[in-house]
């Protein structure tokens, strides 16, 4: 079973985001503690050394009882002289600490609220300075929570970066991929080589091996068949000579297996001409240069020439439309295409049919269109009709050579060919040949 692969670059970016995020929230989190447990340490300096002041400096401020200034977040301060049961000074009488706790830090509950007390206990009296804890959880939150933010800054700056990154990186990669899409038995041009990241050296360079080995194959296979077809001519025109000579001698019963014989070597020389044309035409050969032509002018001029098979058949060949089209090619090659399709419609159109074509051009091409009333090509079969000697049916003459002419030709110029059944409800093909305007 084919497993749908995934995209590496996205998953790099994925698994990278994702490793960095945490990276990011980790950081954030110990960065918060670190902030908290700060903001603390330095709150109990302050009342350190707001208790030392007031030992030092300030008792006098400190008045005998003040029932507090209404402020939440402001620090109470108690004094006790010896004996005393009550505070002897106090900047809040509502809140009294437990004169005996030892001296430092201390957490107490006083009126159901916690109180961070610090206890400063010297030779004569006791200073205690303290803050509610839930202002000191709201001051250490805030500054806590400010070095969090530029955590959520980065997380998705990270995100794109990793995205931006990984884009570039597969930016060769995607681009070695296009061209190698586009490889295929016309166009076996190697992989450009440069600017790729070293790890693909030895991919690039084992493909372009293998392009350059099915290259050569391919210019052997043409060679051989060329050359083959070469051999054969000369002994088929003998051969084909000697038959027309020995005709007058041939006894009269004899007279049909001998016209037999004929049409064997007539349609053997035919299929010698077409492979080497095909040879040619896959070569990426052309026996002379292109000329700017008219593509109506090419189909009259083979209609033309076709027309007394058409007349022997009874088939209305005509044209709907035939407006002018210039391209570049050469006249034998587009002649090629161009007969092999109209030879085509008229050859399994049964008699009495109608061969119907148009000619105009569109979008930077000019379109070629042949419909018939033939029996058309079964759905299934008609990817196959431009493989080489492949034939629907046998009982039209024929080599099956035709459509793998017109294909090799077609495509060497940039055109396209294709076939397929009419729906118009009438029985019959539609081949359409594209063909790029100058
Ligand atoms: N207009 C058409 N209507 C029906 N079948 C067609 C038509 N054109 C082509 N075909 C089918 O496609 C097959 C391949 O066509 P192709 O032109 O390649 O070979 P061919 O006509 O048999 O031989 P040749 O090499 O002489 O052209 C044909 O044998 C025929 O079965
Ligand atoms: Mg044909």
Redo the contacts with the bound molecule.
């Keep these: 079973m084919l497993v749908k692969a995934r995209s590496l670059g996205t998953q790099l970016i994925v698994s990278l985001g994702i490793l960095l995020s945490i990276f990011g929230i980790v950081q954030g989190v110990s960065s918060y503690r670190l902030a908290l447990v700060g903001v603390n340490a330095l709150l109990d300096d302050r009342l350190s050394d707001v208790a030392v002041r007031i030992r030092d400096v300030f008792e006098a401020a400190i008045p005998h009882s003040s029932s507090g200034s209404g402020n939440a977040d402001d620090l109470v301060v108690l004094v006790w002289t010896d004996h005393h049961k009550t505070p002897t000074r106090t900047t809040d009488s509502t809140v009294v600490f437990n004169r005996d706790s030892p001296g430092g830090f201390s957490d107490q509950v006083v009126n159901r609220e916690a109180w961070r007390v610090y206890t400063l206990v010297t030779y004569d009296e006791v200073i205690q300075v303290a803050q509610r804890v839930s202002v000191r959880q709201h001051i250490a939150e805030r500054s806590a929570v400010r070095a969090l933010l530029p955590i959520f800054v980065l997380i998705p700056a990270v995100w794109v970066t990793v995205y931006l990154c990984v884009r570039r990186a597969f930016g060769p990669l995607k681009r070695l991929g296009r061209r190698a899409q586009a490889i295929d038995s016309a166009h076996l041009t190697p992989l450009p080589a440069d600017g790729l990241p070293v790890e693909l050296d030895p991919f690039v360079s084992s493909i372009n091996r293998m392009i350059e080995r099915l290259d050569e194959s391919m210019q052997l296979e043409r060679h051989f068949i060329s050359d083959a077809a070469h051999e054969l001519r000369t002994p088929l025109t003998a051969l084909k000579l000697q038959a027309d000579n020995l005709r007058p001698d041939i006894a009269p019963g004899n007279r049909e297996r001998f016209l037999a014989l004929h049409r064997g070597i007539e349609r053997t020389s035919?299929?010698v001409s077409?492979l080497l044309q095909m040879a040619r035409a896959e070569a990426q050969v052309s026996t002379s240069e292109p000329v700017e032509l008219d593509v109506t002018e090419v189909v009259t001029s083979v209609v033309s020439e076709l027309l007394p098979i058409a007349t022997q058949k009874r088939i209305d060949i005509g044209a709907d439309e035939l407006m002018p089209a210039r391209v570049r090619a050469t006249e034998s090659d587009m002649r090629a295409v161009v007969k092999?399709?109209v030879?085509?419609?008229l050859?399994?159109?049964p008699e009495g049919g109608a061969v119907d074509l148009r000619v105009h051009p569109g979008e930077g091409v000019a379109h070629i269109v042949?419909q018939?009333t033939?029996?058309?090509?079964p759905e299934a079969?008609l990817p196959r009709?431009?493989?080489?000697?492949?034939?629907?049916?046998?009982s039209?003459?024929?080599?099956?050579?035709?459509?793998?002419?017109?294909r090799a030709i077609v495509t060497r110029y940039g055109g396209t060919v294709t076939?397929r059944n009419r729906d118009d409800g009438q029985s019959?093909?539609r081949?359409e040949v594209t063909f790029p305007l100058i």
């Design positions: 035919a299929m077409q092999n399709i030879g085509n419609a050859r399994y159109t042949v018939d033939g029996p058309g090509i079969l009709v431009f493989d080489r000697f492949f034939r629907v049916s046998q039209a003459e024929g080599s099956g050579l035709g459509l793998a002419i017109v076939l019959g093909l081949a």
